[in-house]
Nanobody, 115 residues
Framework: QVQLVQSGGGLVQPGGSLRLSCAASGFTFSMYDMSWYRQAPGKEREWVAL????????NYADSVKGRFTISRDNAKSTGYLQMNNVKPEDTAVYYC????????WGRGTQVTVTS
């Protein structure tokens, strides 16, 4: 059974940090690029970051560049999004996506940035 199980969301103060995880099972994770998306209330889902299969290339949305870091551990079939210096506008449901021979989505994890 294909799964992307997300964890690590929660409540954080502005300027704080969170690390999101996305654990894959049921498919060969190392064959898939991995991305993170987010969807804020009342807004469309937006792309946040991408990492290629061997981690040789990463890309970020301008809104998170310099604050967020995407990474992966293919041995653990897990991807990560390290979120530093978070802002209230980072509040959203965050989704991981595996993109390769097929496309798989995680179910989302809530991140709320508030003082």
């Amino acid at each position: 059974q294909v799964q992307l199980v997300q964890s690590g969301g929660g409540l954080v103060q502005p300027g704080g940090s969170l690390r999101l995880s996305c654990a894959a099972s049921g498919f060969t994770f190392s064959m898939y690029d991995m991305s993170w998306y987010r969807q804020a209330p009342g807004k469309e889902r937006e792309w946040v970051a991408l990492i290629t299969t061997t981690s040789d290339n990463t890309n970020y949305a301008d809104s998170v560049k310099g604050r967020f870091t995407i990474s992966r551990d293919n041995a653990k079939s897990t991807g990560y999004l390290q979120m530093n210096n978070v802002k209230p506008e980072d509040t959203a449901v965050y989704y991981c996506k595996a993109d390769g021979p097929s496309i798989f989505w995680g179910r989302g994890t809530q991140v709320t940035v508030t003082s």
